[in-house]
């Protein structure tokens, strides 16, 4: 019996936690779930943590400074950084101290670069975009 009354709060959590909103699953008043938009969501991770490469003249094989020069990419982009293949970062998280330069990806930011992908990538409204980082030329 103790078994039982056991198993029973265990699946008891488990069914709480599937109905709990995950930090992307926002849902719009009609009930359709709300996708993360590149002007309000994407853009500000992409400028923080991947501008520094992915601009014109730097290393990175395309810039990823607009809507534009990102949304062709949108699903290798996701790919990359659920991979965490991109930003590459050798470092091990858990065996090292936190690096200033480390522009490692959050999973909350992973989560948000693959829903934007996923949801078929949309642009958003042009008043949320961030101002680009500005870079020292030279």
Not at 71 to 85: L, Q, S
Not at 92 to 105: I, P
Request: hydrophobic share 45%; net charge positive.
């Amino acid at each position: 019996m103790k078994r039982v009354v056991l198993l029973a709060g265990a699946l008891s959590a488990a069914a709480a936690l599937l109905v709990l909103p995950s930090p992307l699953s926002t849902v719009h008043a009609a009930g359709a779930p709300v996708v993360p938009t590149f002007t309000k969501d994407v853009a500000p991770i992409l400028f923080e943590k991947c501008a520094s490469c992915h601009r014109p003249g730097e290393v990175a094989p395309m810039p990823l400074m607009s809507y534009a020069d990102a949304r062709p990419w949108a699903k290798a982009i996701k790919v990359k950084v659920v991979g965490r293949e991109m930003p590459p970062w050798g470092a091990d998280h858990e065996q090292s101290l936190k690096m200033r330069n480390d522009n490692s990806l959050s999973e909350r930011e992973i989560q948000t670069i693959a829903a934007w992908a996923d949801g078929g990538a949309p642009k958003g409204n042009d008043a949320d975009l961030p101002k680009p980082p500005q870079f020292a030329s030279g």
